[in-house]
């Protein structure tokens, strides 16, 4: 038997944190190993508890989501943890820079339980949780703000199909998208996809489009 998916629920809310924990341990295949109140108390129970996931909230006590989601999925750290941001629309520009600390995607506070439970056991299997229509929403919003970094390279060891692939992973189109944009079948799609997350040293299509906005490749 696979051993279930173990979750560390990190906000503020009591009511919201007592909420997401009840629904999660209520699944067969999940187990709610802890719960906390700011990023700091985060941190330290991540350490202590080794969860798969974190269920993290940005806007907290002590050392906010951001912070916390750097101190355990940043670059350079040495076991990093899985983190899902949990936010609201009017959280958009921290939830990007969660994205940038390290967190493999996020969802909005309403979402319905088995959008929770769906991100949760996305990010647990290696994958980024990060819905086309909210990456168009975020990242257009603040493309402005999105700078290319100082001496961004000019060749990054892409095809000119994988360069197109990931400007339309940048643009928010999911693979049935991009399969459906560029008549290839998913399969291929999901190929490129790979190749692409290889060649950059990139973790997920989160990173990937974080990537291609901070290199100028897209803009």
């Known amino acids: 038997m696979t ?4 979750v560390l629920v990190c906000d503020d809310q009591a009511l919201i944190r007592t909420g997401f924990a009840t629904i999660i341990g209520a699944q067969p295949d999940m187990e709610a190993v802890g719960e906390c109140g700011d990023g700091r108390a985060a941190v330290d129970l991540a350490g202590r508890l080794r969860p798969d996931v974190v269920v993290m909230d940005v806007r907290m006590p002590v050392l906010d989501g951001i912070e916390a989601t750097r101190l355990l999925a940043g670059a350079g750290v040495a076991h990093p943890v899985k983190v899902l941001v ?3 629309f009017n959280l958009d520009e921290y939830v990007y820079e969660a994205l940038r600390a390290g967190a493999s995607g996020f969802l909005l ?3 319905p339980p088995a959008q ?20 168009r929403q975020l990242v257009g919003r603040y493309a402005a703000r999105i700078r ?3 001496g961004a390279p000019a060749d990054v060891g892409l095809t000119p199909r994988e360069l197109e692939v990931l400007r339309l992973i940048a643009d928010g189109l999911s693979n049935s998208e991009i399969a459906a944009r560029l008549v290839i079948s998913q399969e291929t799609v999901k190929t490129y996809v790979s190749r692409i997350l290889t060649k950059l040293d990139l973790r997920d299509r989160v990173q990937a489009v974080v990537y291609a906005y901070r290199t100028g490749l897209v803009t």
Not at 3 to 6: E, L, S, V
Not at 120 to 133: C, D, F, M
């Open 3 to 6: 051993a279930p998916i173990r």
């Open 86 to 88: 949990v936010t609201t």
């Open 109 to 111: 506070k309403d979402a």
């Open 116 to 135: 929770l439970l769906h991100g949760i056991r996305t990010v647990a299997s290696g994958a980024a949780l990060l819905a086309p229509e909210v990456t």
């Open 148 to 150: 290319p970094a100082e």
